[in-house]
């Protein structure tokens, strides 16, 4: 079966320090990979997807990147960190085959001080 | 641009009671619609999906509903529990797009 996961599960980081949060799919093959975040109080927002190895697809200008090293990894990366970069940032993930289904991985909550 | 509106923002019921979610969309060009569930810093997981073509999905005591048309899902919960609480979203994928848009969620107490 397939599982992915997100780490770290929390981080608290002050402003201007970078980040890497990663995410790592186990069970499938060649997936659609997506990073969406949860802002307090408002829905989740998709920040970037991939549909295979360095393709990158941004949905929103940022202050966050998105790079794809490996075919089940997926990394959310900030050179400098801003207070509204603060939120729930969560990984899914949907199979060539169901494109339209995405499986969401536990999140990583990001506080930035 | 799409935007997805769920009503109430929160809610609270005595177990037992059936209970009614609801989700409207502004663009019904829409490929599917899919209704997750997401507890206290969790990741979400999925209940139903419906495709555009579909009026309604079932699973167990879930029932969600389509209307294409007027821009419109429920989400019926019957027999509430406890363990239903958490926050409900609704999300849909429009046509030609990779991106769900989601909404902002319905958080359900279910008091015991």
């Known amino acids: 079966s397939q599982t992915i996961h997100q780490w770290p599960a929390t981080l608290v980081q002050p402003v201007g320090s970078p980040l890497s949060l990663e995410c790592t799919v186990e069970g499938t093959s060649n997936p659609n990979l997506y990073w969406y975040r949860q802002a307090a109080g408002r829905g989740l927002q998709l920040l970037f997807y991939s549909v295979g190895i360095g393709q990158i697809s941004s949905e929103v200008p940022q202050n966050l990147s998105a790079s794809r090293p490996q075919d089940r990894q997926f990394i959310l990366s900030s050179k400098k960190l801003l207070l509204s970069d603060s939120g729930f940032y969560l990984c899914?993930?949907?199979?060539?085959?169901?494109?339209?289904?995405?499986?969401f991985g536990p999140g990583t909550r990001l506080t930035v001080t | 641009k799409q935007e997805v509106t769920q009503i109430p923002a929160a809610l609270s019921v005595p177990e037992g009671e059936n209970l009614v979610l609801n989700c409207s969309f502004t663009?019904?060009?829409?490929?599917?619609l899919q209704w997750f569930r997401q507890d206290p810093g969790k990741g979400l997981t999925s209940l139903l999906l419906?495709?555009?073509?579909?009026r309604e999905q079932t699973s167990g005591r879930l029932n969600a509903s389509l209307d294409k048309s007027s821009g419109r899902s429920t989400l019926y919960i019957a027999a509430s529990q406890p363990g239903d609480s958490a926050t409900y979203l609704c999300?849909?994928?429009?046509?030609?797009?990779?991106?769900?848009?989601f909404g902002s969620g319905t958080r359900l107490q279910v008091q015991p």
């Open positions: 899914a993930w949907s199979s060539r085959d169901r494109p339209y289904e995405q499986y």
């Open positions: 663009d019904s060009a829409i490929y599917n």
């Open positions: 999300a849909v994928r429009d046509t030609g797009r990779r991106a769900l848009t």
């Open positions: 419906i495709q555009s073509s579909q």
